[in-house]
């Protein structure tokens, strides 16, 4: 039989966190119970979390607070995101201003990975050393070489060749480079009406050569002259718009 005394508790932690107490030593017992430290890991950094975020946590708006990580498509360069390559249009305007096979280019890219920027400038900039500032006629030389150039998509396919609008665009616009290059020439030697001719006719020949020789494939056969001829007399118009005949 145990002596009278003191009962041990039931229970007595191993560790010093917690503490059993009567209630009559509670009354002098005092302190405080510190706020968690919840961190958060935005992007790699640890920060503490405020009342406020933990709140919308607990009530089930924490995706308010998710931060997206940034795309690396969002900080490309300006020419790449309108997707302009100038070496690729430099090697383009190349190919259709020297169109001999004998010099080594691969002039089918011109018409195999068409672009718009290019033929556009090389089309605004024939709108402005033929209209002479005159910047409300630019629409319809633009629009000429729209509609043009559907012409003879449509003339294309009709006599089954497999090309696109967008290779013919291209085609059409780059190939009114001759006609740019025989321009300064033309402001020498407009006095001199033969030479003249001369030179407006081979700046013709010149460009529709560069476009015909990559529009007209072997696919046409005997039709060839059908597609070459439109092509010739689309160059002769704008030829006509510079010198105003």
Known sequence: ?????????????????????????????SGSIATPDVKLNLGGEFI?????????????????????DDDPEDNKPLLEELDIDLKDIYYK???VLMPM???????????????????????????????????????WIITIWIFGSLTIFLLARVLGGEVAYGQVLGVIGYSLLPLIVIAPVLLVVGS???VSTLIKLFGVFWAAYSAASL???EEFKTKKPLLIYPIFLLYIYFLSLYTGV
């Not at 080594?104 to 195999?112: A, E, K, L, M, S």
């Open 1 to 29: 039989m145990q002596p009278p005394g003191p009962q041990p508790p039931l229970y007595a932690p191993s560790n010093g966190d917690f503490t059993f107490v009567s209630s009559a030593d509670a009354e002098d017992l």
């Open 215 to 217: 529009l007209v494939g």
């Open 101 to 139: 096979p004998s010099l080594g280019f691969n002039r089918q890219v011109v018409r195999d990975n068409p672009d718009f920027w290019g033929p556009l400038a090389v089309v605004l900039f024939f709108s402005m050393i033929s209209l002479y500032g005159q910047f409300k006629v630019v629409s």
């Open 192 to 194: 001199f009406e033969v």
């Open 93 to 95: 305007i190349r190919c």
């Open 48 to 68: 503490k979390e405020s009342t406020a975020t933990t709140f919308l946590r607990q009530r089930g708006y924490g995706w308010l607070l998710e931060v997206e």
